[in-house]
């Protein structure tokens, strides 16, 4: 999905781009060496979005078909197939953790980039003015990747880049404000949505007959909701009621009706004190306090998001991704401080950086590589399936129409990969190639910013 996750990057990019961040860590404006543990971090999850998740859920899927069409265990491919996609709706998947990582790095983010602009002499309303220049464009990004090929533009908000432009300019007046006042503003934040959902008055949805006009069906909803209270349902809560008022006051091709994946445009309220919580993560690493202190602070972060997270489920409120409830902004901001105190133990505090290259390439290139991922991806696998498609191990790779039958499981690129994996080859070369773009781009200081 932005964020000096997708904007802007706290420092300004090596003197000599062609050599190893390791090798030569560039230093920031108060002299301090660059944060390349959020590069890393961030690159992390920009590489795995441009590479697809490696293909992995797909193959996944293949493999739990086969399996249980020869009787055989399942349960290790079931679990990648979990892990690598998003969950319908209650609870949480590694591939459920990558738009929340976005917010939460915008905030970390936040805390060095506008403290340059400072020490080069900018204003507080200028920095302001930036901030919701900056917003706009990302809301504007948001609508014109959600309209695709659409024959008018689709006036929705749901889009990550979006999302955080909604929330941007309040992020920033957040900024340098004291901690407590954050951590304030952020409950408030959650604990205002939470009542907003708890006392909507809803009959949710009907676990005999779902609700089409919602895109629910039986199935589905006594699959996945049947547990829960009317308020926490799919398109049946007050964030639906708020984007049918909205959205449909908006120049629309034909009326809005639902978001397919339950997505609500006030998500970004809760998703606000996510960004809140990384910005107060940065802050906390840009303050004098040595590297064990602030790696212990920030593992106690995560472990208390994640517990608070949890007694908020168990409180009424569920973990939904997909509506950004409280309790999942609290779990997923665990998880996020977790990686990033992972990230920093390791690159900033040990110094161990031989292995960073390829996500600081990634990193520190993240609107670039959004957009190649987001736009191009389904262009390349065309464009490589026209080129290599005609050759033996091109038309295997590329040919495959992922039905099975005898001969697509025995065979694969010269008999070695079997059919269900081609899933991660197609992908993972497809990503090669958007990789070696942003490689290029690194080596000539080409670094994409809004």
């Given at each position: 999905?932005?964020?000096?996750?997708?904007?802007?990057?706290?420092?300004?990019?090596?003197?000599?781009?062609?050599?190893?961040?390791?090798?030569?860590?560039?230093?920031?404006?108060?002299?301090?060496?660059?944060?390349?543990?959020?590069?890393?971090?961030?690159?992390?999850?920009?590489?795995?979005?441009?590479?697809?998740?490696?293909?992995?859920?797909?193959?996944?899927?293949?493999?739990?078909?086969?399996?249980?069409?020869?009787?055989?265990?399942?349960?290790?491919?079931?679990?990648?197939?979990?892990?690598?996609?998003?969950?319908?709706?209650?609870?949480?998947?590694?591939?459920?953790?990558?738009?929340?990582?976005?917010?939460?790095?915008?905030?970390?983010?936040?805390?060095?980039?506008?403290?340059?602009?400072?020490?080069?002499?900018?204003s507080w309303i200028g920095?302001?003015?930036?901030?919701?220049?900056?917003?706009?464009?990302?809301?504007?990004?948001?609508?014109?990747?959600?309209?695709?090929?659409?024959?008018?533009?689709?006036?929705?908000?749901?889009?990550?880049?979006?999302?955080?432009?909604?929330?941007?300019?309040?992020?920033?007046?957040?900024?340098?404000?004291?901690?407590?006042?954050?951590?304030?503003?952020?409950?408030?934040?959650?604990?205002?949505?939470?009542?907003?959902?708890?006392?909507?008055?809803?009959?949710?949805?009907?676990?005999?007959?779902?609700?089409?006009?919602?895109?629910?069906?039986?199935?589905?909803?006594?699959?996945?909701?049947?547990?829960?209270?009317?308020?926490?349902?799919?398109?049946?809560n007050v964030g639906q009621?708020?984007?049918?008022?909205?959205?449909?006051?908006?120049?629309?091709?034909?009326?809005?009706?639902?978001?397919?994946?339950?997505?609500?445009?006030?998500?970004?309220?809760?998703?606000?004190?996510?960004?809140?919580?990384?910005?107060?993560?940065?802050?906390?690493?840009?303050?004098?306090?040595?590297?064990?202190?602030?790696?212990?602070?920030?593992?106690?972060?995560?472990?208390?998001?994640?517990?608070?997270?949890?007694?908020?489920?168990?409180?009424?409120?569920?973990?939904?991704?997909?509506?950004?409830?409280?309790?999942?902004?609290?779990?997923?901001?665990?998880?996020?401080?977790?990686?990033?105190?992972?990230?920093?133990?390791?690159?900033?505090?040990?110094?161990?950086?031989?292995?960073?290259?390829?996500?600081?390439?990634?990193?520190?290139?993240?609107?670039?590589?959004?957009?190649?991922?987001?736009?191009?991806?389904?262009?390349?696998?065309?464009?490589?399936?026209?080129?290599?498609?005609?050759?033996?191990?091109?038309?295997?790779?590329?040919?495959?129409?992922?039905?099975?039958?005898?001969?697509?499981?025995?065979?694969?690129?010269?008999?070695?990969?079997?059919?269900?994996?081609?899933?991660?080859?197609?992908?993972?070369?497809?990503?090669?190639?958007?990789?070696?773009?942003?490689?290029?781009?690194?080596?000539?200081?080409?670094?994409?910013?809004?």
């Open positions: 999905m932005a964020e000096s996750t997708l904007l802007e990057r706290p420092t300004q990019p090596p003197a000599k781009p062609a050599s190893s961040p390791a090798a030569n860590p560039p230093v920031t404006a108060a002299g301090q060496e660059r944060l390349l543990s959020l590069d890393a971090y961030r690159g992390l999850i920009m590489t795995a979005l441009m590479f697809n998740g490696f293909g992995l859920a797909a193959a996944a899927k293949n493999h739990v078909a086969l399996n249980q069409a020869a009787h055989e265990p399942i349960a290790f491919w079931s679990a990648v197939q979990y892990q690598f996609s998003h969950v319908e709706w209650r609870g949480c998947a590694f591939w459920d953790l990558i738009q929340p990582s976005f917010m939460f790095m915008v905030g970390v983010s936040m805390a060095y980039s506008y403290l340059k602009r400072q020490q080069q002499g900018a920095m302001f003015a930036h901030a919701c220049w900056r917003a706009v464009i990302l809301v504007a990004l948001g609508v014109f990747l959600t309209s695709g090929s659409a024959s008018a533009t689709e006036w929705q908000f749901m889009n990550v880049l979006s999302q955080i432009g909604l929330g941007y300019p309040f992020l920033y007046l957040m900024w340098r404000r004291p901690t407590w006042l954050q951590g304030v503003v952020a409950a408030v934040l959650l604990v205002g949505a939470w009542i907003a959902y708890a006392t909507y008055p809803t009959q949710g949805i009907n676990f005999e007959t779902g609700n089409p006009k919602a895109g629910v069906t039986a199935q589905w909803a006594q699959a996945h909701l049947e547990s829960l209270p009317p308020v926490w349902h799919k398109n049946a009621a708020v984007d049918l008022k909205v959205l449909n006051e908006l120049p629309r091709g034909k009326p809005f009706e639902f978001n397919a994946g339950g997505y609500q445009t006030i998500n970004f309220i809760t998703s606000l004190a996510t960004m809140i919580f990384g910005l107060m993560c940065g802050e906390l690493l840009r303050t004098s306090r040595s590297p064990s202190q602030k790696t212990i602070m920030l593992v106690a972060a995560g472990l208390g998001g994640l517990g608070l997270g949890l007694i908020c489920s168990q409180l009424g409120c569920p973990l939904v991704k997909r509506i950004w409830t409280p309790s999942w902004a609290l779990f997923s901001t665990g998880w996020c401080c977790l990686m990033l105190a992972g990230f920093y133990m390791v690159i900033d505090v040990l110094k161990w950086r031989w292995w960073t290259f390829p996500l600081i390439v990634v990193g520190m290139n993240s609107i670039a590589s959004y957009l190649l991922g987001q736009l191009l991806k389904p262009w390349m696998l065309k464009t490589l399936q026209t080129h290599l498609g005609s050759e033996s191990a091109g038309k295997l790779l590329f040919g495959w129409t992922g039905k099975f039958d005898a001969a697509a499981v025995k065979h694969g690129i010269f008999g070695l990969v079997p059919a269900a994996d081609l899933p991660i080859l197609q992908n993972v070369l497809v990503g090669l190639v958007f990789w070696l773009v942003l490689l290029w781009m690194y080596r000539r200081k080409i670094f994409l910013r809004i």
